[in-house]
């Protein structure tokens, strides 16, 4: 048979069939396992049900058309990235999220939730991400405020929500399809999220394909990634390249740079610009370590 994984608890999966629409639980055989590789969340796999009170085996895991290691899902359509004007948002996270949903063929977009606060925040987000042709979402989970025009955006997708901790990721979905999630908040102690999604979990909504992921705030640059392919990720940036002094530029400290100067006039994001470089930092040292 073959299904898709809606969640996974240890060394068990739940699997939905696509055959007869039923859940099945599994273990993964141990050739996966000797073959290097781990069952996903959204993985579509094939399997042999269990007889009676038995457990069933999760045998193969079909090809991927896209994956994601943090938060670690595959088969993903749309990577739809939270953030909200509390907790204060981490926009260094969301430009390795958007360039790992760009490599993996993905559809990055952003949200952000909690415009009932305020809506500096989200025009803020649309002038340094002018160029870049990604959507920005305002929404408000409390007043359903933009809750229409997101859901039609996910239609026909399969959609995985990411970000940090207390963005209000279970209250979207509670107002998008009025379900009764769990939802936190901040720690008034720590002031960080409570992690009320503990795993990622696959849930089929008016025939929607939605991923929900923990909340996370570390994420680490892709192992051995060229700088000028990571230069070439950046589309508001591609588009002046041809107008630099030097072919290939990455767009640093280059004399000629089109991109440097678009930023100095204005035209461009300065705080984009910056955690550019700092995200190309990382990028040359690994490309410098990658032998190692």
Same mark, same amino acid.
């Given at each position: 048979?073959?299904g898709?994984i809606?969640?996974?608890i240890?060394?068990f999966?739940?699997v939905?069939?696509?055959?007869? #629409?039923?859940e099945?639980t599994?273990?993964?055989?141990k050739?996966l396992?000797?073959?290097?590789?781990?069952?996903?969340?959204?993985?579509?796999v094939?399997?042999?049900p269990?007889?009676?009170?038995e457990?069933?085996?999760?045998?193969?895991?079909?090809?991927?058309?896209?994956?994601?290691?943090r938060?670690s899902?595959?088969n993903?359509?749309m990577?739809?990235?939270?953030?909200?004007?509390?907790?204060?948002?981490?926009?260094?996270?969301?430009?390795?999220l958007i360039?790992?949903?760009?490599?993996?063929?993905?559809?990055p977009?952003?949200?952000?939730n909690?415009?009932d606060?305020?809506?500096?925040?989200a025009?803020?987000?649309?002038?340094e991400y002018a160029g870049t042709?990604?959507?920005?979402?305002?929404v408000s989970?409390?007043?359903?405020?933009g809750?229409?025009?997101?859901? %039609?955006?996910?239609?026909?997708?399969?959609?995985?929500?990411?970000?940090?901790s207390?963005?209000?990721?279970?209250?979207?979905l509670n107002?998008?399809f #009025?379900?009764?999630?769990e939802?936190?908040?901040l720690?008034r102690?720590?002031?960080?999220?409570r992690?009320t999604?503990?795993?990622?979990?696959?849930m089929?909504?008016?025939?929607?394909?939605v991923l929900?992921t923990?909340?996370f705030?570390?994420l680490e640059? %892709?192992?051995?990634?060229?700088?000028e392919?990571?230069?070439e990720?950046?589309? %508001?940036?591609?588009?002046?390249?041809?107008?630099?002094?030097?072919?290939?530029?990455?767009?640093d400290?280059?004399?000629?740079?089109?991109?440097?100067?678009?930023?100095?006039?204005g035209?461009?994001?300065?705080?984009?610009?910056?955690?550019?470089?700092?995200?190309? #930092?990382?990028?040359? %040292?690994?490309?410098?370590?990658?032998?190692?």
């Amino acid at each position: 048979m073959v299904g898709s994984i809606l969640r996974g608890i240890g060394s068990f999966y739940t699997v939905l069939a696509e055959e007869d #629409g039923q859940e099945y639980t599994l273990r993964a055989q141990k050739k996966l396992r000797h073959q290097k590789l781990t069952p996903m969340v959204g993985d579509r796999v094939r399997f042999s049900p269990g007889q009676g009170e038995e457990n069933g085996w999760l045998e193969e895991i079909l090809p991927r058309k896209s994956m994601l290691i943090r938060p670690s899902v595959a088969n993903v359509d749309m990577l739809m990235l939270v953030v909200a004007s509390v907790p204060a948002p981490d926009l260094l996270l969301c430009d390795k999220l958007i360039l790992r949903a760009t490599r993996e063929r993905m559809i990055p977009a952003l949200c952000v939730n909690k415009i009932d606060l305020g809506s500096d925040l989200a025009e803020r987000i649309r002038k340094e991400y002018a160029g870049t042709q990604l959507r920005v979402f305002s929404v408000s989970a409390h007043t359903g405020e933009g809750i229409e025009a997101l859901r %039609e955006a996910m239609r026909g997708k399969v959609t995985c929500l990411a970000g940090q901790s207390a963005v209000g990721k279970s209250s979207l979905l509670n107002a998008l399809f #009025g379900l009764s999630l769990e939802t936190g908040g901040l720690s008034r102690k720590t002031d960080r999220g409570r992690h009320t999604t503990r795993r990622a979990e696959m849930m089929i909504l008016d025939g929607m394909y939605v991923l929900d992921t923990p909340g996370f705030s570390l994420l680490e640059m %892709e192992q051995g990634m060229e700088p000028e392919v990571f230069a070439e990720l950046y589309p %508001e940036y591609n588009a002046l390249a041809g107008a630099c002094r030097f072919q290939p530029c990455l767009h640093d400290r280059e004399p000629g740079c089109a991109v440097h100067a678009a930023v100095d006039r204005g035209e461009l994001s300065a705080e984009r610009w910056q955690r550019y470089r700092t995200l190309l #930092g990382e990028v040359r %040292e690994k490309w410098k370590g990658r032998y190692v």
